[in-house]
């Protein structure tokens, strides 16, 4: 009588039940790299106030600046990177039964976590700090800009409630412009007419170009009120129009360059993340796999 045989049972994989994540050894990563970022951007910026100098000829410019804490954030960025990443793989406890690939993935993904972390804390809670540095740029940019645009805001001031963008004091002086320039000051004050050349001169810089009229009556006004010569009133005029055009060419220039410069910063901010990233992997693996060497040792002996 044959005895039945039961088949073996089927071996099944065993899963742990333990997570895979450090969370601890994250979190302390993370830790580590926002101090040393907070602690790296407050001596950049002591060492940046000592690049401005209230004496003429001794400060360094506004894009050497801009570029200095760009070039300074990029270090604060890998330090703390490095630093974090090495925290979290040393801290990590040991991974039994796992493959040797397995555990490095599990350092690098670790040190990425910790890096992520560290970046949303600094963005979170430093980030007035590093937007104060940072804001160099954003500051030449705005300089720049509004003296670009210093007559197009004094235009808008006096501009109609409909924002249509014109002055309407600038027609009602058109109105009421008197026939002969030289209306003694009793009718026509100093300081009437100097409010009204001033809204000629921005509106022709708003429109890029002065009307034919508006040009001849500057020519007379000028004529009258400095004592000069028809000709030497045409030729202050012209050389005043030429000042403020080239003011204005340069300072469209500068906002140009400045956002340049902004642009290309913000470029490079966003590369040296995405490689703090990536040292911060490394540095965790580092640190993981000197962990374990040096734990095999102590165990040997």
Same mark, same amino acid.
């Given at each position: 009588?044959? @005895? ?9 994989? %065993?899963?742990?039940?333990?997570? *895979? ?5 994250? %979190? ?15 001596? =950049?910026? =002591? ?9 003429? /000829? ?22 703390? *990177? ?7 793989? !040393? ?14 993935? !599990? ?22 700090? %590093?937007?104060? $540095?940072? =804001? ?16 197009? @805001?004094? +235009?808008? +001031? ?20 008197? &026939? ?11 300081? !009437?007419?100097? $409010? ?5 001169? @921005?509106? /022709? ?28 009133? #045409? ?11 080239? +003011? ?10 400045? #956002? ?5 910063? +913000? ?11 990536? @040292? *911060?992997?490394?540095? &965790? ?17």
């Amino acid at each position: 009588m044959s @005895i039945p045989v039961s088949p073996s049972p089927t071996l099944m994989p %065993i899963e742990s039940s333990a997570s *895979a994540v450090s969370l601890k050894s994250i %979190i302390a990563g993370a830790l580590a790299a926002s101090a040393i970022t907070l602690i790296l951007t407050l001596i =950049g910026s =002591g060492l940046g106030l000592t690049m401005v100098s209230p004496w003429a /000829g001794e400060s360094v410019s506004l894009e050497a600046i801009g570029w200095t804490t760009a070039v300074w954030l990029v270090l604060v960025q890998w330090l703390s *990177a490095a630093f974090g990443g090495y925290m979290t793989g !040393r801290l990590r406890t040991k991974w039994v039964g796992v493959h040797t690939d397995e555990v490095f993935f !599990r350092d690098t993904a670790h040190g990425f976590l910790a890096w992520a972390l560290s970046t949303l804390l600094v963005a979170g809670l430093l980030g007035s700090v %590093i937007s104060s $540095a940072a =804001g160099t740029v954003a500051g030449a940019t705005a300089t720049a800009a509004g003296a670009a645009g210093t007559a197009g @805001i004094a +235009a808008a +001031a006096n501009a109609s409630d409909e924002g249509s963008g014109f002055s309407v004091d600038y027609f009602a002086d058109a109105i009421l412009r008197p &026939a002969n320039p030289a209306t003694p000051p009793a009718v026509q004050s100093d300081e !009437r007419v100097t $409010a009204e050349v001033s809204r000629i001169l @921005i509106n /022709g810089t708003v429109r890029g170009e002065m009307p034919a009229d508006d040009r001849a009556y500057l020519d007379r006004v000028v004529a009258s009120r400095a004592g000069l010569s028809e000709a030497d009133a #045409k030729a202050r005029v012209d050389q005043t129009l030429a000042n403020i055009e080239a +003011a204005k060419t340069e300072a469209q220039e500068a906002a140009d360059a400045a #956002k340049q410069a902004a642009t290309a910063i +913000a470029l490079a901010g966003a590369v040296s993340l995405m490689i703090g990233a990536f @040292i *911060a992997s490394v540095a &965790a693996a580092l640190g993981g796999r000197q962990r374990d060497e040096e734990e095999d040792l102590v165990a040997v002996i």
